[in-house]
């Protein structure tokens, strides 16, 4: 038996022990690697004419990804290393030298790592027609192509991952010299000291938390944003995680200790107990809990935000552009099968002369005004009196800009009767505000007269050709097609990009705290065995499991989730999309996933003590 | 006279720093002659699991040598150590310390595979020795397949398979039931009279040092006793331990 065939079988060992570990981490590879495949097909960047943002997007996923992949197979390796240590220990006994160990240990690493990256690379290949025609649903491209293969990814992959598990083999060749025998055999286990409350860390603890979220909730427009300037978001972020810290290592250790004082709540059954192995574990993982708990609410705030995007982009387009297509100029030849509206708009463009800024206004009468509003299925069409206008904005936020209350044009002032946030004409063509004005204040106002056409089509949607068609013959073209075509390429691009990282974030998380779990199993099997003897029910131990196993994917799922909530309440004022159906939709399938891994490690936990 | 083994002179462990420090050897000197089997005794925290570990290279002494025949094993670096313990050292323990990635078999020849010793003389020895300790049926079964007696002489037999010059056994039959035990006390005893292994056990159960063929006892961190089985029968020693115990028991609440 050579060092080779026994790193061998502890491999194969390892293998069926770290099965998370090693699927994490194949996945991750196969998300890199999708990734990478994507930005170097040419076809795709051919098609799309947005191929330098997905290019760009990809290339900054893919280093996101590098990032947290490596400080994931880091964390992962340390905690093996911990768990190895008594074996290490044997092998130094029966007198193989340090450099022998060390060489074991580095083979193994390296060994695990090609294997991750086989079989991740191989499920990128066979899955990448999968992952393309996904991308392309998000996208909304209908094409055809070929079986994509890039030897330029595999290449990059492997280098990458190469240079990832060589630094991370050499931390383990490393760790070895650190090692001291004696510490591995010396069995007298320290007792712990029961975790004391921390007054003014529990307080200060409670006062950063409620301070960040108190910031993020202020309008962009509000004081503390214009002392703190362009650096709040910072500040926000900083105060979320100390305060996150301090929660877990001195808030919940403060409330903890209180509940042990509730004798009718605590002195029932294992309660006791569960509350006590609470105390310790919070207080010593209060690292691993802030680091997950802050990444689960980074995950959920970006993909709640991109997921929203993505679900309302027919309001945004919409808004943007209510008709099918609009130009400046005379009316076109069309087919007239698929016209289903059509008209011509007079309209006279005016300056305010007291606005410095020079805002341009594009005026329409009444008629027009009645006649497009009923076109587009308004509910209540508002009318302006005589010498008064109504203002159109689609783009009116009420937090950044204050109502104007008039208007004046060559010394003429038109109050402002009503200001309306939906859009009438297509904002590309003329422009975002829109003035209405009664027919006879339009016949009278002097001003240039322009002409625009408005049409609508039956199945807009599909009728990307015929603007195309239109586009090279008109002057200030706009169309809805077209601009729902460019968004959802842009924001399906995002959306995909958006929710692998997310799953690789997650079932990353997922596995630290599964191992966390496995910790905690080996340290209180021995615990577990005494509550046997001492005549626990099974039941009974069962329930604390499922408690002391819940509270450690509970308490970071549950303060990721409501750092993100406040996230995304501060993000839907600012973006003014409506969040909460596909934020909702986007949270639940989060649960979903950390409810499975929860389910997996109780079954784990109670395999290794029961 | 022939050189002895190990001799130990003026050893001392010293734990912690400043003002709170704890002396768990002061100064001890003893010899362990060739082919002994010695055990020590002594109540909990008299310093027998720190003299071990110090004569057996885990743990490093603060002050005094320990010869080996003539090497001063106090003042060896990293690397020659390890080459050190491979040649001339082996260990049971308490809970075995078996590789649960590997089988019986493996488990055996890891010593000897670290040494890189050739299959052929690897599946010789094995086979010898597992014979010896009645476990050749059971080679191909992993760690978790057998029984705690099983596990013990599986240890033994990694122990004993480079034919080491010290034989430490810290414990051996904490966690075997009253059979296993006698089982490899009487195996132990055996290959200490036939080959002339020496032996240092730690013990605090009588029965188990009744097995030893001298016995130091350990107090506070000194040696306090040292009683020798000479001709007695090993009930009559063990009567005799028994008694010193008792006598121990008498000036000190902590009993074994």
Redesign the interface.
């Known amino acids: 038996?050579?060092l080779f065939s026994?790193a061998r079988?502890?491999i194969?060992?390892?293998l069926k022990s770290y099965g998370l570990y090693v699927g994490s981490t194949i996945f991750s590879i196969l998300i890199y690697f999708t990734f990478v495949t994507l930005q170097y097909n040419e076809e795709i960047n051919a098609v799309s004419d947005t191929s330098q943002q997905i290019s760009s997007v990809l290339n900054a996923s893919s280093f996101v990804l590098i990032v947290f992949v490596s400080i994931f197979i880091v964390y992962s390796n340390s905690f093996f290393m911990k768990k190895r240590k008594?074996?290490v220990g044997?092998?130094?006994?029966?007198?193989?030298?340090?450099?022998?160990i060390g060489w074991l240990l580095f083979f193994e690493n390296i060994m695990i790592g090609l294997f991750s990256l086989v079989i991740g690379m191989g499920l990128g290949i066979l899955l990448s027609q999968l992952f393309l025609s996904l991308l392309l649903q998000f996208m909304g491209l209908e094409l055809d192509i070929g079986f994509i293969f890039s030897p330029e990814a595999i290449v990059n992959t492997t280098l990458v991952f190469l240079l990832i598990f060589l630094a991370t083999s050499l931390q383990g060749y490393r760790i070895v010299y650190r090692f001291k025998?004696?510490e591995l055999?010396?069995?007298s286990r320290k007792g712990e000291e029961l975790p004391k409350t921390n007054y003014y860390f529990t307080v200060l603890g409670i006062l950063t938390l409620t301070g960040a979220y108190w910031l993020a909730l202020q309008d962009i427009t509000s004081e503390v944003w214009g002392f703190i300037g362009l650096g709040t978001p910072l500040v926000i972020i900083g105060l979320t995680i100390l305060g996150t810290y301090l929660t877990f290592s001195s808030v919940f250790v403060a409330i903890l200790r209180v509940l042990r004082k509730r004798h009718t709540l605590v002195w029932k059954a294992l309660h006791l107990w569960t509350v006590s192995q609470l105390l310790y574990r919070i207080k010593a993982n209060a690292k691993t809990l802030t680091i997950i708990s802050i990444l689960s609410a980074t995950t959920i705030t970006a993909g709640g935000v991109v997921f929203s995007l993505y679900y309302n982009i027919d309001q945004y387009v919409e808004e943007n552009t209510p008709f099918s297509f609009m130009w400046e100029g005379e009316t076109e030849e069309m087919d007239d099968a698929d016209v289903t509206f059509q008209e011509s708009i007079q309209s006279k463009t005016i300056i305010d002369d007291q606005d410095v800024a020079e805002f341009e206004y594009n005026v329409i009468n009444h008629t027009t005004f009645t006649q497009l509003a009923e076109e587009l299925d308004w509910e209540n069409i508002p009318s302006p009196s005589e010498g008064r206008a109504l203002l159109i904005n689609p783009f009116f936020n009420e937090r950044l800009e204050t109502e104007a209350d008039s208007i004046t044009y060559h010394d003429h002032s038109y109050e402002l009767s009503d200001t309306i946030t939906e859009s009438i004409l297509n904002v590309d063509t003329t422009g975002a505000n829109t003035l209405v004005f009664t027919d006879q204040d339009y016949r009278e106002l002097e001003a240039e007269e322009r002409k625009f056409q408005a049409v609508q089509v039956s199945d807009d949607r599909n009728q990307l050709p015929l603007s195309q068609s239109l586009s090279s013959e008109t002057e200030n073209f706009s169309s809805a097609p077209q601009d729902y075509q460019d968004t959802i390429e842009s924001t399906g691009i995002t959306l995909f990009v958006s929710t692998f990282l997310g799953l690789v974030f997650l079932m990353a998380t997922g596995s630290i705290i599964f191992f966390k779990v496995l910790t905690e199993a080996e340290e209180d099997k021995d615990k577990y065995t005494i509550l046997h003897h001492i005549g626990v029910p099974k039941k009974d131990r069962n329930k604390t499991i499922r408690h002391q196993v819940g509270i450690v994917f509970l308490v970071p799922l549950t303060v990721g989730l409501i750092h993100s909530v406040i996230a995304l309440i501060a993000f839907s004022g600012l973006l003014q999309i409506n969040l909460v159906r596909p934020v909702t939709m986007w949270m639940l399938c989060y649960i979903v996933i950390y409810t499975l891994y929860y389910w997996f490690s109780v079954q784990k936990f109670k395999q290794t003590v029961l | 006279m022939m050189q002895s083994l190990v001799t130990v002179s003026q050893l001392s462990k010293t734990y912690g720093k400043g003002t709170n420090t704890f002396r768990a050897l002061k100064d001890i000197s003893f010899t362990i002659e060739h082919g002994g089997f010695v055990g020590i005794m002594g109540p909990s925290g008299s310093g027998k699991s720190t003299l071990l570990n110090v004569l057996a290279t885990i743990d490093t002494p603060t002050a005094g040598d320990i010869h080996m025949e003539d090497t001063n094993i106090a003042a060896m670096k990293d690397q020659p150590l390890a080459d050190f313990r491979r040649k001339n050292l082996g260990f049971i323990f308490q809970d075995y310390n078996l590789l649960d990635s590997l089988t019986v078999k493996e488990n055996i020849l890891l010593p000897l595979a670290i040494a890189r010793n050739s299959v052929h003389q690897m599946k010789k020895k094995v086979q010898e020795i597992t014979e010896t300790f009645e476990i050749h049926t059971i080679m191909d079964k992993y760690p978790y397949e057998i029984s705690g007696g099983q596990k013990q002489r599986t240890a033994a037999c990694r122990a004993l398979i480079s034919d080491p010059k010290l034989l430490f056994a810290d414990e051996p039959t904490g966690a075997l039931d009253s059979k296993s035990a006698t089982d490899l006390l009487e195996r132990m005893q055996t290959l200490n009279q036939t080959n002339e292994n020496t032996i240092l056990m730690v013990t605090h159960d009588p029965f188990a040092a009744s097995f030893c063929r001298r016995i130091l006892f350990l107090e506070d961190g000194q040696l306090s006793k040292e009683i020798y089985r000479s001709n007695q029968s090993r009930r009559d020693f063990y009567q005799n331990i028994l008694n010193e115990l008792a006598e121990k028991s008498g000036s000190h609440h902590d009993t074994i």
């Open positions: 038996m050579t026994l079988k502890n194969k060992r390892n008594k074996e044997l092998y130094s006994l029966l007198g193989s030298r340090k450099r022998s025998l004696v055999f010396s069995a």
